[in-house]
């Protein structure tokens, strides 16, 4: 309809239309120009949307695709089999996953078995960390899965975990995942992703699922 109240042949319009790409792909080309760094990236998910730790996995997978090496730990999910744990032990020489949680506090009721898990889990974080200033570092990719929940319950010491992170090795990437991120984190971060839910399933009795949620 638009193109009859113009007037306008269709190859006129294409034409039109590919001039216009043309030049969003100069003011790109231009602005893609000036960005030159290249760095680590702290990454944190959160939000109270779905999707948080798979888009952390999802990296994972990218990042295995390139030939990184990668560095897992989760600080709550450890007694749970989730899907991702099995895949990813099939790369050995590129993936070490460290399932160190013990589920959700409703899950032990021991809030002092809960820290101590938390501890631990941190502690072997920041083995890992440590392990990547070596040459060649030993890992070019970390991901902390819901390390946000056990800064949410004050497990950890706050301001040390953000220190840590913002000290990391240069090229190193961090993806820290949970929602309720504290706002110190936030602001430490370079790349921070907000989950939005829309619409859940569990809100209409649809229990969590194998291959969906785990």
């Not at 920041?126 to 929940?149: H, Q």
């Not at 220190?163 to 949970?178: A, D, K, N, S």
């Amino acid at each position: 309809m638009k193109v009859k109240e113009q007037g306008l042949s269709e190859d006129e319009v294409n034409a039109r239309a590919n001039e216009k790409a043309k030049k969003r792909k100069e003011v790109r080309d231009r602005m893609l120009a000036t960005k030159t760094i290249e760095k680590g990236l702290l990454m944190v998910h959160t939000g109270k949307g779905k999707g948080k730790s798979t888009a952390a996995f999802g990296l994972v997978m990218r990042a295995i695709g390139n030939g990184f090496r990668v560095g897992i730990v989760q600080f709550v999910k450890g007694k749970w089999q989730t899907g991702e744990r099995p895949v990813l032990e099939k790369f050995p020489e590129q993936v070490t996953i460290k399932a160190m949680g013990e589920g959700f506090t409703w899950d032990t009721q021991d809030r002092a078995r809960d820290i101590a898990a938390a501890k631990a889990a941190w502690t072997e974080a920041k083995r890992m960390i440590e392990a990547c200033r070596s040459n060649p570092p030993a890992y070019d990719m970390l991901v902390f899965d819901e390390l946000n929940i056990v800064l949410r319950y004050d497990y950890l010491d706050l301001a040390e975990v953000v220190e840590t992170l913002r000290q990391r090795p240069p090229m190193l990437h961090i993806v820290v995942t949970g929602r309720n991120a504290k706002s110190e984190l936030i602001e430490a971060a370079d790349l921070v992703t907000e989950m939005t839910e829309i619409k859940h399933p569990f809100q209409a009795g649809v229990k969590a699922q194998k291959g969906i949620e785990f």
